[in-house]
């Protein structure tokens, strides 16, 4: 589907975004392991997390959604630590990285095998990084080339492992971690960098055994999960569109509600303060676990600046929209130690390049990141999201800001993390 984006001088209004995509999949995948029901608002419009939930109800945990008093409610039938059943096909994980990793840690531990797929994009992740540590726990993987879904996995008894995890990433941790809620004894997940932290809040929230220290977390496997309601916070990986397209605007003044703001997820609220930019946190809450707020952010030209190291790991997901703020900035965008983007749902570097040279926009790239220059002009053109939704929802904000007309190619992968985006677009731009 090709949509057309016209340019806009604002973003205004009060806009809410879908529930947290990563809490979403924990909630999904736990509530079904845990016993009886659990009630969770606000859970993720996308495709993604609908991945997750098909597979779980294929290992019989199933769900329905429900209306209460206009709000969609999903209430999951756990089935208790030992009570998935061997699907009667292979697990579809679609698009999701996400669910083909974490849901590996609980196959992991099942006694029958389970064959998991996943989309085109899907096939060409690396898998490794799951396979090692699970199969060092007492699971057989078997993989395309010996990395690639689809996975072929025998589950078994697992031993638990003391895991030094060789790439800071939140899915492998939350793998490990769901492998060791079945080992018998402590699983040690060792970080080189925080990462998000939601498995974690997630796993003590339903009452697994599980201390977290900086960069060490430790789970004892046995202790049984038991349903609970659960609260969704809105989205900061998608409402960091909505964020910089108000920045970028000249007249925008835009209030965004009910976001999630686990300090594990806020990196992109630091750096955007730091370069400048006026966002003010006007309320915030802690449920289940999880900070949430509201932010209010006006137009403001930022200065630009540099992001490496352990900073670009907790902000990985926002660096498309990010791009697309730093050629509008004073001094430009440096991205550093971000090779993790060439393995998303498309090589981010080359994706967020392509479409911004196809409008006029500088952009000099490296293995592991890019240089966009600052006070640059972004050309009305055909761009392409390739299928990433992050691509799609990023080029759209560079589209309000273009000096006319843009059309998006494959624009519906949006769907995948927020169907409602170009939608939710056109009510607050003008
Ligand atoms: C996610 C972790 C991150 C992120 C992804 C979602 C998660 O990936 O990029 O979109 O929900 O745990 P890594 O596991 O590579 O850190």
Redo the contacts with the bound molecule.
């Keep these: 589907m090709t949509e057309t984006v016209s340019p806009a001088r604002s973003l205004h209004g009060v806009v809410s975004v879908p529930g947290d995509?990563?809490i979403s999949?924990r909630y999904a995948m736990l509530a079904a392991i845990a016993q009886g029901d659990s009630t969770i608002y606000n859970f993720a419009t996308g495709a993604d997390c609908h991945s997750t939930l098909a597979c779980m109800g294929e290992l019989g945990a199933g769900h329905e959604f429900s209306e209460q008093d206009g709000r969609r409610v999903l209430t999951v039938h756990g089935r208790g630590p030992n009570g998935l059943t061997e699907p009667k096909r292979r697990l579809d994980a679609g698009n999701s990285?996400?669910t083909i990793r974490m849901l590996s840690g609980i196959l992991a531990a099942q006694p029958f095998t389970t064959t998991i797929c996943g989309d085109e994009s899907l096939a060409r992740r690396p898998m490794a990084r799951i396979i090692q540590p699970l199969s060092r726990m007492g699971a057989q993987i078997q993989a395309k080339d010996g990395q690639f879904p689809p996975l072929i996995i025998q589950g078994a008894e697992l031993h638990p492992i003391d895991y030094a995890m060789p790439v800071?990433?939140?899915?492998?941790k939350?793998a490990v971690l769901l492998a060791g809620l079945y080992a018998k004894g402590e699983t040690i997940v060792r970080e080189p960098t925080a990462?998000?932290d939601h498995t974690e809040i997630a796993l003590a929230e339903l009452g697994a055994d599980i201390s977290v220290e900086p960069r060490v977390v430790k789970i004892r496997g046995g202790a049984p999960l038991t349903g609970k309601t659960l609260i969704v916070p809105g989205d900061l990986s998608s409402a960091a569109f909505f964020l910089v397209a108000a920045l970028i605007l000249p007249e925008s003044d835009l209030i965004v509600s009910n976001v999630g703001l686990n300090p594990t997820r806020t990196a992109l609220l630091d750096f955007l303060r730091s370069a400048g930019a006026p966002i003010k946190v006007l309320h915030i809450e802690q449920i289940n676990g999880e900070l949430i707020g509201t932010l209010q952010v006006r137009a403001s030209r930022i200065d630009g600046g540099t992001i490496q190291g352990a900073t670009t790991a907790a902000l990985?997901?926002e660096i498309p929209a990010l791009a697309v703020l730093g050629a509008t900035s004073k001094n430009g965008l440096t991205v550093r130690d971000a090779s993790?983007l060439r393995v998303k749902e498309t090589d981010r570097i080359a994706t967020i390049a392509e479409n911004l040279r196809r409008m006029n926009v500088q952009i000099e790239t490296t293995a592991d990141g890019f240089n966009v220059p600052g006070g640059q002009q972004f050309r009305a053109a055909e761009l392409d999201s390739y299928g990433d939704h992050r691509i799609a929802m990023a080029f759209a904000v560079a589209a309000l800001a273009a000096d006319g007309r843009c059309t998006i190619q494959n624009a519906e992968a949006a769907c995948v993390s927020y169907p409602e985006f170009f939608a939710v677009l056109r009510s607050i731009a003008a």
């Design positions: 995509k990563s999949h990285g996400s800071a990433s939140a899915q492998v939350s990462t998000r990985i997901d993790e």
